[in-house]
């Protein structure tokens, strides 16, 4: 079993900068895929960045560009630095973790990953 603990969401004005941490219980390396998700108000949670046990990622094409997904494995911690923040980015946040199976092209499926965080706010206003 994994816990994920998300922090560092807020509210922030378009054009700003956030950076989420996930904390996990155990080592990120003994994890296959990691990745962000995240849920607006009445709609899917989609994924937003995925990153493999070798360190190679992948981003929605919404974000691409503005957000960089990265792991310390030293610090059993998944992390994403987001820049130039919009208010269509607007939702809770969400890190996931997959035991077994590692990033590929569907690595934006929700049901690949095993855990899950409880959720951090982003709100960004124009």
């Known amino acids: 079993q994994v816990q994920l603990v998300e922090s560092g969401g807020g509210s922030v004005q378009a054009g700003g900068s956030l950076r989420l941490s996930c904390a996990a219980s155990?080592?990120?390396?003994?994890?296959?895929?990691m990745a962000w998700f995240r849920q607006a108000p009445g709609k899917e949670r989609e994924g937003v960045a995925g990153?493999?046990?070798?360190?190679?990622?992948d981003y929605a094409a919404s974000v691409k560009g503005r957000f960089t997904i990265s792991k310390d494995n030293a610090k059993n911690t998944l992390y994403l630095q987001m820049n130039s923040l919009k208010p269509e980015d607007t939702a809770v946040y969400y890190c996931?973790?997959?035991?077994?199976?590692?990033?590929?092209?569907?690595?934006?499926?929700?049901?690949?990953?095993?855990?899950w965080g409880q959720g951090t706010q982003v709100t960004v206003s124009s």
């Open positions: 990153i493999g046990s070798d360190g190679r990622t």
């Open positions: 155990r080592s990120t390396s003994s994890n296959g895929c």
């Open positions: 996931a973790a997959s035991r077994w199976y590692n990033c590929d092209s569907r690595w934006a499926r929700s049901g690949n990953y095993n855990y």
